[in-house]
């Protein structure tokens, strides 16, 4: 597979400097709503937690919208942080014009889904947008072929690769069907959004150019009439 290399002006240049900064502030913000949630629903007892997701009920559909900003403890909140900053990030730093279709799409898709596959229990927790945007980032790395984002891919992978085994039914409390129904959705939309965001590219003189070098060997016509061990 043969990687392209992203132009230096359009990967150092205060454009993509400023859009990195912007991409940093909104995940942090993002985040920092996700604490304030929690913690105002830990202050005053306000049991947000009911209004989880609850597959197969018309009563639960309100969460598919407000599943993801609710978690059930510190240690569930703390876990979601920092791999929905590092997700959150790059999706917006590294696909700009997809993202604020793709996160959205995510965030209700993941949700519909797993209201229609998962159990019949309380479904929350920002980890199915968090399985979402990661497959989404590997993927679309791996089907644009720069050398920018598949090195984030490689990173994506390295640090979260063994969350896959989260879709998967090995843990009960654990809702696997939100991880499913996100990691779905991310993988379908990063082939549907494939051709979206595509960095401009280092070309050569030489790439361009299909004239036969002069140093080339040119066989004369005699040469081409003539048997293999008379040449």
């Known amino acids: 597979m043969a990687l392209r290399r992203p132009d230096p002006r359009f990967m150092h240049g205060k454009k993509a400097q400023a859009n990195f900064r912007l991409a940093l502030k909104i995940s942090l913000v993002f985040i920092a709503v996700l604490w304030a949630v929690f913690l105002l629903d830990a202050m005053f007892s306000l049991r947000l937690g009911r209004f989880g997701l609850r597959p197969g009920s018309i009563a639960g559909l309100w969460g598919i919208i407000s599943a993801p900003m609710l978690h059930g403890s510190v240690k569930h909140i703390f876990s979601n942080s920092m791999p929905l900053f590092v997700s959150l990030t790059a999706i917006l730093y590294l696909y700009p014009n997809s993202s604020s279709r793709v996160i959205p799409l995510i ?67 654990m809702s696997w069907e939100l991880h499913l129904s996100g990691a779905v959705m991310g993988v379908a939309l990063a082939f549907w959004y494939g051709k979206w965001d595509r960095v401009p ?30 040449r």
Do not use: C
């Not at 791996?142 to 598949?150: A, G, H, N």
């Not at 050569?204 to 140093?215: A, F, G, L, M, S």
């Open 107 to 173: 965030w209700l898709g993941s949700g519909v889904l797993a209201w229609l596959i998962g159990r019949p229990s309380l479904h929350y927790g920002a980890s199915g947008f968090i399985y979402g945007l990661l497959a989404y980032v590997f993927v679309s790395g791996i089907l644009r072929r720069d050398m920018r984002s598949i090195s984030v891919s490689m990173l994506v992978g390295f640090l979260y690769g063994s969350m896959i085994w989260g879709v998967l039914p090995i843990r009960p409390n």
């Open 201 to 230: 590219v280092v070309r050569y003189e030489w790439e361009d150019d299909d004239t036969v070098p002069e140093w080339y060997p040119e066989k004369t016509e005699e040469e081409f009439d003539l048997p293999d061990d008379q």
